[in-house]
């Protein structure tokens, strides 16, 4: 189990002939992701690279291939209306990759999305989301997997099932950041922790789904024994998740925030990371969260063991009680 | 991005928003004759400000009150030939190459009206206080009741009922009202035009009655508007009002290659994929006794030239003492990385010691071309674990003693 995606979701790309779009598709193609095909506008009835049906519209797409995901790489001028062309097309998972949306256009696109209340986006400025397949061959980098899905730019060898994985648990992420997810996603599957689905919800201050929906996504998947939230500076969704987390969540959460030592007032690459008053910096955020009772990493480096002793702890409270 | 006060108040003059007359001048010599013109034009009392990206300038003496011209030169000339220094300024201060020259006016009370993004909600947020000409955060610590709140339909914007509920609980009165409701009106026009991140008018004051205004007048004093970078490829007219003389050189160069730099006053250089990633190896520096040099994320698709350009922008920051390198190879490939090293190594020259940390894509193919070029890499360290890379540059750096 997993939330979101699994190895039966069928995904569109946005952009499949763009270079960004073209190498990820292959790169998602490779790990087993059931790719359907693409859009181009104007090069409907072509084929990709791999082979992969391209069509001029999304609702051409789905029609053509029954997908019920998609993956946008189109350009940031464009890329909100693409959101809303997925949504309208009767997409449920929208995975924005692009990154450098202007904010009113995502403002927008928020509020019409409220007319697709099937319609799940991820992003803008994301690595996408994974639910990881099962290793069938090969070892690090030169693994294959099967039975998994990935919808965007990680890599997916770092990722384990919750069945390769050597304690058993498989836990879930969510992620303002890319490559600290690596991180994350890494650390855990040294230590036989598996992951039923990562989520990297993006860097920017307006977006899709954040973390208080998908922590209960996660608390209701009976396959996941845990979460981490990777947090950073600017905005209030981790002290927001954090209240939340303290009055309905049933599953041990560890939590990260980078950006300690960010000077305030000043952009750290995400366009969301900016420290703009005393309540949104990582130590407040880190504060806030021990308040509600997680269990915050100090160090990057302590990602995967914090999840680990934060799912020790859940165990023997729960084997006490 | 930012603009000056004198840049915003032009635009709000051309959205209809009242402001007291007044020019920007760039010498003592056009401050003296603006000022002139206003005392010749009526006018008792002229203010004297400084356009820097900065606060504090009221009390740094950057803000003056004259009521002469000589008053006025003596104003400018200080302002022109000296640094700015306050608690928002580097500690060397900013220079002033601009001043507004505007016309005081008598204040019988002042507001705070601004418009941002509110990102909880994923909407913009008019807000609007009573507790104006002072810094709204204090205001919404001290007494968060003071402060007035009203989201804006994204598809709508600001609608007429809600500036007028704004005004009447601010306490706008009789004839001001209407006034306060166009400005707001306009505000959130401009807003909305130029992709606005923040449009803020502090104070907005309403004068003294007098004849033709039983009311006073609602005029905008100070503003300060701060825009969307991310659209600023649809606004050209906003980019073009960008002042890069406050903008850092490395800064500016950086993002010519597409790096995203901020710098810092520490003496260990980072160089890393993604800003999340970025930010946390500046903390783990921290936490391991250090103090990071800058901020850099080259990104997910950085070329081997744009990643030698970021090594040189850090090996040319004269504080830098060590450099850290932590990439976790998604898209970016560790290789990439490896060979702009050994680029740098060959064209810039590494004479601080240097921590590698790769994992991700391609780390074995990154790790070979290290290994192959370590003659030219005498000072290079390979750390396996980011907390081990942390431990090693800090204490690369340490003084001894």
């Not at chain 1, 049906?53 to 350009?75: H, S």
């Not at chain 2, 030169?73 to 302002?79: D, I, L, N």
């Not at chain 2, 070329?303 to 450099?323: C, M, P, S």
Request: with cysteine.
């Amino acid at each position: 189990m997993s939330i979101l995606i699994d190895g039966n979701t069928k995904v569109i790309c946005q952009g499949i002939t763009g270079a960004s779009g073209a190498f990820h598709t292959k790169g998602c193609l490779d790990y087993g992701t059931r790719m359907v095909g693409g859009t181009t506008p104007g090069k409907g009835g072509q084929k990709d690279v791999n082979g992969l049906p391209i069509f001029d519209t999304v609702a051409d797409a789905v029609e053509g291939t029954g997908a019920n995901a998609t993956m946008i790489f189109v350009p940031p001028p464009f890329a909100g209306d693409a959101i809303l062309e997925a949504a309208a097309a009767g997409i449920e998972v929208i995975c924005a990759i692009t990154e450098g949306i202007p904010t009113q256009d995502m403002i927008r696109v928020r509020a019409a999305l409220t007319d697709f209340p099937n319609a799940h986006l991820i992003g803008p400025n994301c690595p996408g989301v994974i639910t990881p397949g099962k290793r069938v061959a090969g070892e690090g980098a030169q693994a294959t997997f099967q039975g998994g899905c990935k919808i965007g730019i990680m890599p997916g060898y770092i990722h384990t099932a919750r069945e390769d994985a050597s304690t058993g648990r498989a836990i879930g992420v969510i992620s303002r950041s890319g490559t600290l997810t690596y991180e994350a996603v890494w650390q855990c599957s040294e230590r036989g922790i598996g992951q039923t689905t990562c989520v990297g919800i993006g860097g920017d201050p307006v977006k899709g789904l954040n973390f208080i929906e998908l922590l209960g996504m996660f608390d209701q998947d009976p396959d996941t024994d845990g979460v981490i939230m990777i947090g950073e500076i600017g905005g209030s969704d981790e002290a927001d998740a954090a209240e939340w987390i303290q009055g309905n969540m049933t599953k041990p959460v560890a939590a990260f925030i980078a950006g300690r030592t960010a000077p305030p007032g000043k952009r750290m690459g995400h366009a969301g990371a900016i420290i703009g008053g005393a309540d949104d910096t990582a130590d407040a955020k880190m504060t806030r969260l021990r308040e509600c009772g997680i269990l915050v990493a100090e160090s990057p480096a302590d990602l995967g063991s914090s999840m680990s002793a934060a799912l020790d702890l859940a165990e023997a409270t729960a084997s006490t009680s | 991005m930012k603009i000056h006060e004198y840049q915003a108040r032009e635009l709000l003059a051309n959205a209809t928003v009242p402001v007291p007359s007044g020019a920007m001048v760039e010498t003592v010599d056009a401050a003296v004759a603006e000022t002139k013109d206003l005392l010749a034009g009526g006018d008792t009392l002229v203010v004297i400000k400084a356009q820097v990206h900065a606060g504090g300038r009221g009390k740094a003496g950057f803000v003056k009150l004259v009521r002469s011209v000589e008053e006025a030169r003596e104003a400018a000339e200080f302002m022109l030939s000296n640094r700015m220094v306050s608690p928002q300024t580097p500690p060397e201060g900013l220079e002033v190459t601009r001043l507004l020259v505007a016309a005081g006016v008598d204040i019988d009370s002042e507001f705070y009206l601004a418009i941002t993004v509110d990102r909880a909600n994923g909407t913009n947020t008019l807000i609007a206080s009573a507790e104006g000409g002072v810094e709204i955060e204090k205001v919404a610590e001290e007494t968060p009741e003071k402060i007035i709140k009203e989201p804006l339909d994204p598809r709508l914007g600001l609608q007429p009922w809600q500036a007028r509920k704004v005004a009447f609980a601010v306490g706008f009165k009789g004839k001001q009202v209407n006034q306060a409701v166009k400005t707001m009106l306009a505000l959130a026009e401009l807003f909305r035009s130029t992709d606005a991140s923040l449009v803020e008018i502090n104070p907005l004051i309403v004068t003294p009655p007098d004849e033709s205004n039983p009311d006073g007048r609602v005029l905008a004093i100070d503003a300060k508007f701060n825009f969307d970078d991310n659209a600023l490829f649809r606004h050209r007219d906003i980019a073009a009002l960008a002042d890069l003389s406050e903008t850092d050189a490395s800064e500016r160069r950086a993002e010519e290659f597409g790096l995203s730099y901020v710098a810092l006053d520490g003496n260990i250089g980072c160089i890393v994929n993604g800003a999340g990633l970025a930010m946390s190896t500046m903390d783990i520096i921290k936490l391991h006794g250090g103090e990071p040099a800058n901020f850099l994320d080259v990104g997910g698709s950085a070329t081997e030239e744009a990643v030698t350009e970021a090594f040189r922008i850090i090996l040319g920051d004269d504080k830098v003492q060590g450099v850290l390198v932590n990439i976790f190879g998604g898209i970016m490939q560790c290789d990439t990385i490896a060979k702009a090293i050994v680029n740098a190594a060959g064209t810039v020259g590494f004479e601080v010691p240097l921590v590698v940390r790769l994992e991700g894509t391609n780390v074995d193919a990154a790790r070979e071309i290290l290994r192959d070029a370590k003659q030219e890499l005498p000072t290079m360290h390979a750390a396996t674990d980011l907390t081990e890379a942390a431990r090693m540059v800090c204490s690369a750096v340490a003084v001894p003693g």
